[in-house]
């Protein structure tokens, strides 16, 4: 069962009365002390997305992910059985990073039939096991059944790869992700294999650009350059509320309602939309997903704009209802800075007026994006001044309270576990 229950209509913050309705503190997002905590309250604890089963085609595919938050890297391979596994990216010898190319440090991806170190030839096969050791007969009782990669949990599930640190996670992935998310099994996800990607140093904290996609009250103000100033201004005067919030758990979603822009009137679309047949909200021709799972589209919208699956802790799922999806990942790098990760993904293409409509939407996008990250670093500036302390929050804003109560629930709770506190 959800952990708040589902409001009525009307205001939303005051029917979940663990949240509070106060000014909030961002001090989580400016102590170094706080995020140290965080890295192992939560982001060694918790099941993180890391990819998609399409990155491995078949077997003996693989991908390596730097995940400096969780301080290494991994390497995830579907073996020959067509399992997809994950393990820590070091060989057993001494030590080597095992699979990487000219730069030590970047994500690679390939294909093998096992993985052979750089360093003295250890090899290892897609199972993780030690086949084979250079002048074996020199070591002192090697036992190469003890000296298998380390492995990483890792579970699968409609396609999202996911990996969890602990000696032995606490739930599995289908307990942590609960019922709101589990609903949205059956969406086309796999059908969506026409990708663009996109990636950003930022130097904010990570729950500050969660933050920015908790809530649409921003939209009409910072992203009116985006839009044509008449529906800008529009917006901006009568404001902006999503019709449905929810919480499950750690997670969370906004659901909106949305445009048809090819409805609006002529001077109300910019031209290249016209020419494109496709803008912010994605191409404007739907292709045919079929029957959508019952997670999607709960306040039944019509017109429908977008959910947004926000699950605990940095990586979000957004379904369109222009029949695409995209997700985000937040990788945090310090207490003030994160890597920002955003792919779009729709169905293929069949004409190159498709294709044309998906890159538009695709680059319109990464506009946003620039634009709030850019906002959040100015906001990161200024909170670590420290000159106001507490902060205000509306009643649309109530997911932003949510992320970051739940965040120093985790952090709390491995506080009193280490002291031995019940």
């Known amino acids: 069962m959800p952990r708040f229950p589902k409001p009525p209509e009307g205001s939303w913050t005051q029917h979940y009365p663990e949240l509070g309705i106060g ?13 140290e905590l965080e890295r192992a309250a939560i982001f060694n604890r918790v ?16 991908f390596t992910k730097e995940l400096k938050v969780v301080n290494t890297s991994i390497v995830v391979v579907r073996t020959t059985d067509g399992e997809v596994k994950a393990f820590h990216n070091i060989c057993r010898h001494r030590g080597n990073k095992l699979v990487w190319n000219d730069m030590p440090l970047a994500e690679t991806s390939g294909f093998c039939r096992q993985f052979r170190c750089k360093y003295h030839a250890w090899r290892y096969d897609l199972d993780g096991n030690l086949i084979h050791v250079p002048q074996e007969n020199e070591f002192f009782n090697l036992d190469k059944n003890r000296y298998g990669l380390a492995g990483v949990h890792c579970e699968v599930w409609e396609g999202f790869i996911f990996v969890n640190f602990a000696a032995e996670p606490e739930q599995s992935l289908r307990d942590f992700l609960g019922p709101m998310i589990l609903a949205l099994e059956g969406y086309p996800f ?26 649409f009250y921003h939209a009409p103000v910072l992203h009116a350059n985006q839009s044509p100033s008449k529906y800008s201004k529009a917006a901006a005067e009568v404001g902006f509320e999503a019709p449905h919030y929810r919480i499950d758990g750690p997670h969370r979603l906004v659901s909106t309602s949305g445009v048809r822009a090819w409805e609006l009137d002529a001077d109300l679309r910019k031209p290249i939309d016209e020419i494109c047949r496709s803008g ?4 404007w021709d739907s292709p045919d997903l079929g029957p959508l799972p019952a997670g999607v589209n709960p306040a039944n919208c019509d017109p429908w704009g977008l959910d947004s699956f926000q699950l605990f802790p940095n990586f979000v799922i957004l379904i369109w209802g222009q029949g695409w999806c995209l997700t985000y990942h937040y990788w945090p790098t310090s207490h003030n800075s994160h890597v920002f990760e955003g792919t779009l993904y729709f169905p293929p293409p069949r004409t190159p007026r498709e294709r044309v409509a998906q890159e538009l939407a695709a680059v319109t996008f990464k ?45 709390d709770e491995y506080r009193r576990n280490a002291v031995g506190v019940s």
Not at 23 to 35: A, G, L, N
Not at 52 to 59: D, F, G, M, S, V
């Open 367 to 411: 506009e946003f994006g620039l634009q709030d990250s850019n906002t959040l670093e100015a906001t990161q500036s200024m909170i670590e001044s420290r000159a106001v302390g507490d902060f205000l929050l509306n009643d649309q804003e109530v997911l932003i309270r949510h992320l970051h109560r739940e965040t120093a629930a985790w952090v």
């Open 280 to 283: 912010l909200f994605g191409p």
């Open 23 to 35: 000014p909030v503190s961002y001090e989580d997002s400016i102590s170094p002390e706080f995020y």
């Open 190 to 215: 796999a059908s969506m294999t026409s990708r663009w990607s996109y990636r950003s140093e930022v130097k904010a904290n990570w729950k500050l650009y969660l933050d920015a996609f908790q809530e």
């Open 47 to 62: 099941w993180l997305n890391v990819g998609r089963t399409e990155q491995l085609p078949r077997n003996g595919s693989y």
